[in-house]
């Protein structure tokens, strides 16, 4: 890192960045260049810590076919950004989240669930409801990314 006073090793920190994020933009391997498509995510962490997110989309397409190819991918997430500036400075304060992982494509309709409750839960919360009984799945593509490497930065003003 190329400046290590930058970066943000406490744990819990490192949780409230993923939870205050709200797009992931998420790298696939496509031969020559990398491809890389902004997401919404939704998240958990299993016992051991581990950070697993889960992205949803269309049940075909690009981002499926390079994930059936080549599950190894790459993210970030950027949270609380802003520009300050004045006469004689200007900065940019954010917080940030990277991290490599293996995807996995869900097809079942349990995990296709959990993708969309995971989802609804980071962005409303607690108060989250999501009644899926009844409706079909079927247009539904569901991704699970478990994160094999994460680090994390901030760049804030003073308090």
């Known amino acids: 890192m190329h400046q290590p006073q930058s970066a ?3 744990f819990t920190q490192i949780r409230h960045f993923i939870q205050d994020g709200h797009v992931l933009n998420l790298a696939l391997n496509d031969g020559t260049y990398p491809y890389v ?3 919404n995510y939704g ?3 299993d016992s ?3 950070l697993h997110l889960y992205v949803h989309g269309a049940p075909v397409g690009q981002k499926r076919d390079l994930i059936a190819h080549d ?3 790459a993210f970030s997430i950027v ?3 802003a520009f300050e500036h004045s006469a004689n400075n200007c900065t940019y304060w954010f917080k940030s989240v990277l991290g490599t992982g293996v995807a996995t494509l869900l097809t079942d309709r349990s995990a296709k669930e959990l993708t969309l409750q995971r989802l609804i839960q980071h962005e409303a919360g607690d108060q989250a409801h999501l009644d899926l009984s ?3 799945l079927d247009h539904l593509g569901a991704i699970r990314i478990d994160v094999t490497h994460l680090t994390a930065k901030q760049h804030q003003p003073q308090s």
């Open 48 to 50: 051991d810590q581990t």
């Open 134 to 136: 009844g409706k079909s």
């Open 43 to 45: 998240y958990i962490f």
């Open 71 to 73: 599950p190894h991918v």
């Open 37 to 39: 498509v902004p997401v």
């Open 8 to 10: 943000v090793t406490d």
């Open 79 to 81: 949270a609380d950004q």
